[in-house]
């Protein structure tokens, strides 16, 4: 089974096989361009080659998404470039073409609103098909198509994954087949069940774009930063209620959309980051509310969660924390780049199992690793413990770089294509910020033992498994805190990775080493990429980063890979806390 997303950001492709994920990954890996859009070629090469599958062995291909992207996107690709920076929500420029009828197509004459269940909806549905099929590689072409709605393929993504019992399942994003959120009940034996839902006039997730287009930000990209800037904000210091509310069962939005919604918010006179604390505050009432409510209403107590709203790590721990929620779990890739994996999965039709790994991209040879170090005028050394000399370079106080094995699915690093740093002092946080050039008020995560979860975070009981792929934000304990400050956010929280030997026994060993000599439970985990490029794919694209960057060590495959022109040097000081083993 082929799934395949091509919407106007973030295309993908996904193997399944008797309901088991073997293989999944995003172009922007492949082109280096930021939520690369459109038909997913390069990645549908890549996901057959790494499952050990080709053209031949599928049977069919199921397609995220029926009238989303509209018929007028897919027929004509460069479209989606230009409608790509406004997410096809935030026209707030009226003297710019494109969102002039932007702001027409979609909020006065609702013609990207159709309902894939809707008389427009199928009739979209039926003249994608022949248009889908023409872009598909050409060993592709002749194989059937199932289009799977754009928010049914986000639920299945989470529940399909999440493990066996009932649970309850929400998704939530921007738009997609014109619902913006959607409520499941999922049972063993039995498919999905529609609960609830909310259409595109009252999306939270395209409001939280909005704003953060307001604040000079990109729609669709940078709500985390959003998230980010939030806790050091105060929300009341906004004079304006939050336009969202429930009205029994049935979501409410009080303000515009469009041109004239921008108009309204440049009435927001506050600093940004009142207006971030202002927006999440109100994104986490009202989704907390209703989860609630629907959690009491169907006597469940899992929930699973998909869509790029549930990117909001903060919005997720609010829900562990919640007395109701025994378990939750969050689809890794929650955003539309993992709708593939959900279309595939869902026209499979098995029964969920837990998700063993987010490893499901492509690996590279060691015969890749010499060829990009070809030329590159690097030391390198070969070490039969690479990992080992990552641990000493930790423990100098250095940061360090990971690219090993099978690339991670989705929009968090977890080892594979990682920087990893000593996070015993908050002072790290400027400098490795600066040579990745990141936002200096982005916060760092921590990557530990999944064993030691529950001593060093709050409900970890219940969110035990979404911390595998970093996907919630939990409170820290004050002893994780003062080991590790530059981990923790200024709210007192942070987002951990934890993992267990049985995952990835080579990540656990050069934990459980760290932790031996220096008795710090934490290193910090972040990404390997220089701001606003996709995370590094390649030994080619490890290289050129780690130039870039001037961080002082790597592990490329095999091998250890020194900078010589790195400003990176060992901590010498009295009070470095290094226990020589």
Known sequence: ???????????????????????????????????????????????????????????????????????????????????????GICFDRPWHPVDRIGDLVRYRLPLTRSRSSGAAGRAETRLAEPVVRRGLPAALRTKPLAFVDHHLAHAESAWRTAGRGRWLVVTA????????????????????????????????GAFYSLVTKRLGFTPGR??????????????DAVDLPFPFRWEGTELRYDGPWG???????????????????????????????????????????????????????????????LPEVERI????????????????????????????????????SDADVAEALEGAALPVEEAANPDALLVDALCEGRPVVRCVGRMEFGPRALGARSVLAPADRASIADPLGDALRRDDFMPFA????????DTHFEHFDVASGATRFMTVALPVRSAFRAACPAAVHVDGSARPQTVAQTEDEALHALLTSYLERTGL???????????????????RDAVRAFRQSG????????????????GWRPRRDADARVVRA
């Open 446 to 453: 921590p990557l530990l033992l999944h064993e030691d979860g």
């Open 551 to 566: 961080l002082p060590v790597m592990r490329l495959g095999p091998v250890i890979v020194r900078n010589p022109g790195s």
């Open 173 to 204: 994003d921007a738009h997609g087949d014109g619902r913006s959120m959607t409520v499941y009940l999922g049972e063993p034996g039995k498919p999905l069940v529609l609960l609830d839902d909310v259409g595109v006039r009252a999306s939270l």
């Open 521 to 539: 439970p934490a290193v910090i985990n972040t990404s390997f990429n220089m701001h606003e490029e996709p995370i590094v794919n390649t030994p």
């Open 259 to 321: 041109l004239a919604a921008a108009r309204k918010l440049r009435a927001l006179d506050a600093t940004r980051e009142d207006v971030c604390a202002w927006v999440q505050r109100g994104t986490e009432t009202i989704l907390v509310e209703g989860i609630v409510r629907w959690l009491r209403a169907t006597e469940t107590r899992h929930v699973a969660l998909a869509g790029g709203v549930f990117a909001n790590v903060c919005v997720n721990g609010l829900l562990a924390a």
């Open 1 to 87: 089974m082929l799934g395949i997303v091509d919407g106007l950001h973030d295309a993908g492709a996904a193997v399944v096989e008797n309901g088991r994920l073997l293989a999944a990954a995003n172009e922007e890996r492949f082109t280096r361009v930021k939520l690369q859009g459109g038909m997913p070629k390069h990645s549908i090469a890549a996901v057959l080659e790494t499952a050990g599958r080709s053209a031949r062995d599928v049977d069919i291909i199921a397609v995220g998404g029926c009238a989303t992207p509209t018929i007028a996107t897919r027929m004509f690709r460069p479209l989606q470039k230009l409608y790509g920076p406004s997410l």
């Open 222 to 235: 940078h709500e985390g930063k959003v998230l980010g800037l939030s806790a050091r904000g105060d929300p």
């Open 329 to 364: 779990h969050v689809f890794p890739h929650m955003g539309d780049g993992g709708l593939a994996v959900g279309a595939a999965l869902h026209v499979d039709d098995r029964a969920p199992r837990a998700l063993d790994t987010a490893r499901l991209g492509p690996a590279f």
